[in-house]
Structures are given as C-alpha cells and as structure tokens.
C-alpha cells in the first residue's frame, strides 16, 4: 500500500475509531463516521442517543486538539488485514460555507444523515500525517 491507497481506503472507510486526549493526556477513544475531503477529516455531532449532551470528545479537543483517527479491516484471513491512522489537528468548525460544505459531503457518504442532518457541531481534522500498515 502506498499514500494514495491509504488515503482512499481511509476515505472509504464507513467507520473509524477517534482518539483524543484531556489536557492530561488521558486518552478517549469512540467509533464515529466521517467524510475525508481532501486532507481533512469531518464529523458531525448527531441526534443518536449519547450518555450526556457535553460530548467528552469535544471537551478534549477544546483542551488538546491532537487527535488521530484509524480505520482498520479485519478478516479471519490475515493475509487481508490492514489500517490506516490519520493523526492531525481538530477544531470546531465556525464558517459557514465549510460547515455546509462537510455536511453535504456526509449527507452524501451517508443516507442517515439525508433523512436527518446533524444540527450539532461539525468537527475537521487538519491532517498533518497519514500512517498506514497492511499484511
């Protein structure tokens, strides 16, 4: 696997794992969905049930926002396995055009978020570096 494979198995990832981190350094791992434009990774925060609406996530990036993301696949032949981690700086998205724009392209990835758009914040990740293995 080369960069350019990395990046779209990443891209066509239909579930990753992100990673943040308190100002601590204690780390908070979640699965989530995303859309990678270009060389930024975009969530949004959604209507599914969470445990509480002061999500740990965003509360880790507001106090450090590196962050690294993983897709992965595995099969019982391990001879197919391989991941892809992105690690980079995450920010709360707060222009507009960006936030319409990352939404569509999830709305597009995804048909849960056509038949009800996320209202709550929209996150990037500035991907500073692609890390990827494969058997």
């Known amino acids: 696997m080369d960069e350019r494979e990395a990046v779209d198995r990443l891209a066509s990832a239909r579930v990753a794992r992100l990673a943040t981190a ?29 445990r509480s609406p002061r999500l740990k996530r965003l509360e880790n990036i507001a106090a450090n926002p590196n962050v690294a993301v993983v897709a992965d696949h595995y099969e019982e032949d391990w ?19 960006e936030r319409t724009r990352a939404l ?10 056509r038949d009800a758009p996320p209202d709550g914040p929209v996150v990037a990740v500035d991907v500073v570096r692609i890390g990827w293995w494969t058997a």
Request: aromatic share 12%; hydrophobic share 45%.
């Open 22 to 50: 308190d100002a601590g350094g204690m780390p908070h791992v979640v699965p989530f969905v995303f859309v990678l434009l270009d060389r930024t990774i975009y969530w949004a925060v959604d209507e599914k049930p969470k």
């Open 79 to 97: 001879s197919k396995l391989w991941w892809v981690r992105a690690s980079g700086i995450a920010r709360v998205v707060g222009e507009e055009t």
């Open 104 to 113: 569509e392209a999830l709305a597009a990835k995804y048909p849960q978020d």
